[in-house]
């Protein structure tokens, strides 16, 4: 018998070791709200700096945090769990060790209204817990920052000297001010 990808034995590649740019740019462009589960108020940690990213993108942004929960961060109320969301979200991000992902999955799919999107961050796989969102109906992606693969796509990474993937012979707007925003739309850069 040949096993499936899912099944795929140690070693060899599964269907979540690469995802098509065109299933990520889809999912993002789908998206609008995110629970950033594993938020953090030290401006110096990934998950501080993928959220004000994200918020700056035009995603509602709701972090996710026991130790914050009623704080503000970046303009957002911290939720201290899944559960005490105060509406549904398209997308549950991860940023949290693996161990911690298959019962956050788990409270995830256990909500009246589940994602349409659980998004473990770069370093967190759960194999297991993406098998039991996937037969919900729910979109895995693991291994992966949503920053990144948005900057990726948009061009924006391009900027700083990272093969983007994109050939462009336009010339560059720059924002009036600021920093300059690119999007993953086909339409150019974001209006703030």
């Not at 740019?25 to 998950?47: F, H, K, Y």
């Not at 899944?82 to 909500?111: Q, T």
């Not at 967190?124 to 900057?151: F, L, S």
Request: charge should be positive; include cysteine.
């Amino acid at each position: 018998m040949i096993p499936t990808l899912d099944q795929a034995p140690a070693g060899l590649p599964t269907r979540h070791d690469r995802y098509a740019d065109a299933d990520i740019r889809a999912i993002l462009q789908a998206t609008r709200s995110i629970a950033l589960v594993g938020a953090s108020a030290n401006p110096a940690r990934p998950s501080w700096i993928v959220l004000k990213y994200l918020l700056a993108r035009g995603f509602a942004v709701t972090p996710v945090n026991p130790g914050l929960a009623g704080q503000e961060l970046l303009g957002r109320t911290v939720a201290s769990s899944l559960k005490g969301l105060p509406e549904p979200v398209d997308m549950v991000e991860i940023f949290r060790n693996s161990s911690a992902a298959g019962p956050l999955v788990d409270e995830a799919l256990a909500l009246a209204t589940p994602p349409k999107v659980i998004w473990m961050q770069l370093g967190v796989r759960d194999d297991a817990a993406a098998a039991r969102a996937e037969a919900q109906g729910v979109t895995v992606i693991m291994n992966r920052c949503p920053k990144i693969e948005y900057g990726r796509l948009s061009g924006e990474i391009g900027w700083t000297g990272v093969n983007s993937r994109i050939i462009s012979a336009k010339k560059p707007r720059l924002a009036a001010k600021g920093v300059q925003k690119l999007t993953i739309e086909s339409r150019g850069p974001r209006k703030d």
